[in-house]
């Protein structure tokens, strides 16, 4: 069946005038004449059994059909250039689409991805910030790193690291001691990790403790919200130390406590069934997990 789908000409002339709406300034941008734009609108109007446009002397303006229509047109071709985009830049190359966890792939991961590609210059790794699991046939993911218990339907897993958290705050907030015992820590604001919601309540449990205000205090979904908010002075934090070991070193943060929540939770490589036989899956996982391997936290 044939779809029924405009001109892309059309399309993005209708683009380019309702953004501006201006036919002029249209036929400017796209280095045609105002006549041609003309043209093309009626044509698509006429296609749609739509007016998008009320004319006047002075001008035209853009009806409440048309502008909602040029809002959904500027995202698909949007869409469509991004995707372009992308396979004129995968020309002669090898690419790995990779979903990571947002500040687990700023903080440890893009450090240590020069070395990959020097090893491997034909692979290109992309990444996206993905927080939680999906369904791969509905992506265009390759592979994907997350952290949980790697219980993730169609996909071969591989543990990379455990998360193991203290409590950080920053030196203004610790003051004059050396380190916070569990109930100082209990007095103080906990900054809470949205997608760790009982961290706290787990680690005072550790520590024999039973807090009623263990879930209160402010929430942020990344752990690089959480160490900014804890750099500035706002609360004490549970983060992983191989997540904040600049601000560790550079005495932005400090460890207030050295005792480590354990879970049973850890960072995976998750690669669906239907990819595993790559070949550039195979390099870059075999690197990665030499790289979690090799990695020893400097606290």
Known sequence: MRRKIPSTTALVSFEAAARHESFTKAAHELSITQGAICRQIASLEEFLSVEL???SRRGVKLTEAGLSYSRRVA??????????LSVMG????????LAVVPTFGTQWLIPRLKDFQRQHPEVTVNLTNRTR????ADTEFDAAIYFGDADWSGTESHRLMGENPVPVCSPRLLGTHTHFSPQQIAELPLLQQTTRPYAWRQWFNAQHLNI???????????FSMLSQAAMHDMGIALIPPFLIQRELDERQLVIANAKALSSSKAYYLMIPERKVESASLHAFRDWLI???QRYIPSI
């Open 133 to 136: 699991p999906f369904l791969f």
């Open 75 to 84: 995202m698909q071709l949007d869409a469509v250039e991004r995707d372009t």
């Open 290 to 292: 030499d790289q979690s």
């Open 53 to 55: 446009f009320r004319r």
């Open 212 to 222: 009623p205000r263990d879930m209160t205090g402010p929430r942020y979904e990344l």
């Open 90 to 97: 995968q020309q002669g190359t090898n690419v790995i689409e």
